[in-house]
Structures are given as C-alpha cells and as structure tokens.
Antibody
Framework: EVQLVESGGGLVQPGGSLRLSCAASGFTFSSYWMSWVRQAPGKGLEWVANIKQDGSEKYYVDSVKGRFTISRDNAKNSLYLQMNSLRAEDTAVYYC?????????????WGQGTLVTVSS | DIQMTQSPSSVSASVGDRVTITCRASQGISSWLAWYQQKPGKAPKLLIYAASSLQSGVPSRFSGSGSGTDFTLTISSLQPEDFATYYCQQANSFPLITFGQGTRLEIK
C-alpha cells in the first residue's frame, strides 16, 4: 500500500525557516516524480514544486522560487521541502503527492498534510 | 503560464440532481486535465484523469469530458457523500502544474 507521511510543520516567525519531510513507503520511491502541493486556510490547492526521480530536475511555482528548495533522498525514501524567508502568505497545509505512474502528474496518492503557520 | 478557471465557484443542489462543473484553460491543453474531490480536513481525491478516464474505485456517476480549453465534470445523480469541493488541474505544461480555484458543491 502506498503511504506518504509528512512531518515538520509548525509555527514559525516571518523570515524564518522550516524543513518539511515526507516519508514514502509501499512503492519504489526512486522511480517516481514527487511533488509538494499546498492549501492556505479556506483557499484552493496550489502546486508548489516537483522533483524528478534522480533529483536532476526541479521546478517551482513563481511565488516560492529562490526561497524554497525541493530535494529527495532515494536511499531513505524521503522527500523534503526546505522553506526559507517564510512569509505570512506561506501559511498552509503542505501535502506530499505522487502521480499514478512514474511520470504521471495525475496525483493519485497524497499524504495527510502538515500545517505550516507563519506568524509573529 | 496556463491559468485554469472553474465555474461556478459554488453551486447548490439536491440529492438525485445532475450537476455539471466547468473548467476552462487559458490556452489549449489537449486532454491533460484531471478532476479532484476534496472534503473538509482531508487530502484531495483523484476522480478523473486525462479529461475522461475514471480513476479506479470512483463511482460511475462521475464523468469527465472535453479537450483543448473547455472541460466538464458531471455528476449524474448526486449522492449525500458527493457534497464537497471539486478542483480541476492541468498537466499540459508538466512539470509545471496549475489547479483551478475550486467549486464548492453544497446541499440545497
């Protein structure tokens, strides 16, 4: 069974940093593109970042470029999101997501999400 | 960037009704479109991918159609468990992804 479990969320001050983790199991992690998707309170879904199977390609939504870094450790079956220079508008539930197939962007698998709150 | 616009933003309907939600892309995306259902406090659930393919385990009352710039999600006969928020998502520009703003389906 595919499982994605996020961790690392919490309360952080504006300008601060936080690192999110996503532990994957039940599939060959190194074979899949992986993504982070977020949802601000009461708002819609926003794709944040994608990373290729070997980590050689990374893509970001414009609003986080230069502040967030997606990475992965295939030996540990883990996905990460390093978030720096955090802003109030980054407050959201952050989901780790995987496609239906190795190169698919149809998000058939999601974690439960981890809440990041940016506030003083 | 490809923008996705859903309409309506919210809709009220009754159990047994037929409901249609529309998603329009700012440029042609062929059939690179998915639909998701989300209930409060839960992760989204994939319903339809490639515009019209039903995800495994999703009831057949859900269907998707369209190509190019205009797409629809239809629920043929609303059930109580279908009241939720629905999102479209384009993957034509993968690995850059865009979601629509969502359509809230409420009980009349």
């Amino acid at each position: 069974e595919v499982q994605l479990v996020e961790s690392g969320g919490g309360l952080v001050q504006p300008g601060g940093s936080l690192r999110l983790s996503c532990a994957a199991s039940g599939f060959t992690f190194s074979s899949y593109w992986m993504s982070w998707v977020r949802q601000a309170p009461g708002k819609g879904l926003e794709w944040v970042a994608n990373i290729k199977q070997d980590g050689s390609e990374k893509y970001y939504v414009d609003s986080v470029k230069g502040r967030f870094t997606i990475s992965r450790d295939n030996a540990k079956n883990s996905l990460y999101l390093q978030m720096n220079s955090l802003r109030a508008e980054d407050t959201a539930v952050y989901y780790c997501a995987r496609g239906l197939t190795s190169s698919s962007s149809w998000y058939g698998y999601w974690g439960q999400g981890t809440l990041v709150t940016v506030s003083s | 960037d490809i923008q996705m616009t859903q309409s309506p933003s919210s809709v009220s309907a009754s159990v047994g009704d037929r409901v249609t939600i529309t998603c329009r892309a700012s440029q042609g995306i062929s059939s690179w479109l998915a639909w998701y259902q989300q209930k409060p406090g839960k992760a989204p659930k994939l319903l339809i991918y490639a515009a019209s393919s039903l995800q495994s385990g999703v009831p057949s009352r859900f269907s998707g159609s369209g190509s190019g710039t205009d797409f629809t999600l239809t629920i043929s006969s609303l059930q109580p468990e279908d009241f939720a928020t629905y999102y479209c998502q384009q993957a034509n520009s993968f690995p850059l992804i865009t979601f629509g703003q969502g359509t809230r389906l409420e009980i009349k």
